[in-house]
């Protein structure tokens, strides 16, 4: 089980950027994928999920509105769409691999390594 999150960069208060989750040696469509990130000096705190059974997502308050999770069965991948990003937004964003749809870290065995998301003011 592998999972490469990719995407970030630096971008303007304002902007858009779209992450990916590409998942190796499992279906994606059978888990539960979350991103969570986790800015400097902070504990890292789930944003979204997508549910394995039918796709249906999930969001932190925080991001609601702005955060767009989806899944491309084609393609096993899941994307997080951020859009009106914020200076507070600037984090290293991961995604997970987990049973069930959940805002708990500990529901997540498998992780890929973080991609940084850096929004300037």
């Known amino acids: 089980v592998q999972l490469q999150a990719s995407g970030g960069g630096l971008v303007q208060a304002g902007g858009s950027l779209r992450l990916s989750c590409a998942a190796s040696?499992?279906?994606?469509?059978?888990?539960?994928i979350g991103w969570f990130r986790q800015a400097p000096g902070k504990e890292r705190e789930w944003v979204s999920c997508i549910r394995k059974s039918d796709g249906s997502t999930r969001y932190a308050d925080s991001v609601k509105g702005r955060f767009t999770i989806s899944r491309d069965k084609a393609k096993n991948t899941v994307y997080l769409q951020i859009d009106s990003l914020k200076p507070e937004d600037t984090a290293v964003y991961y995604c997970?691999?987990?049973?069930?749809?959940?805002?708990?870290?500990?529901?997540?065995?498998?992780w890929g390594p973080g991609t940084l998301v850096t929004v300037s003011s």
């Open positions: 997970a691999n987990g049973g069930h749809c959940s805002g708990s870290l500990s529901r997540y065995p498998y």
């Open positions: 040696g499992f279906v994606l469509e059978y888990s539960a």
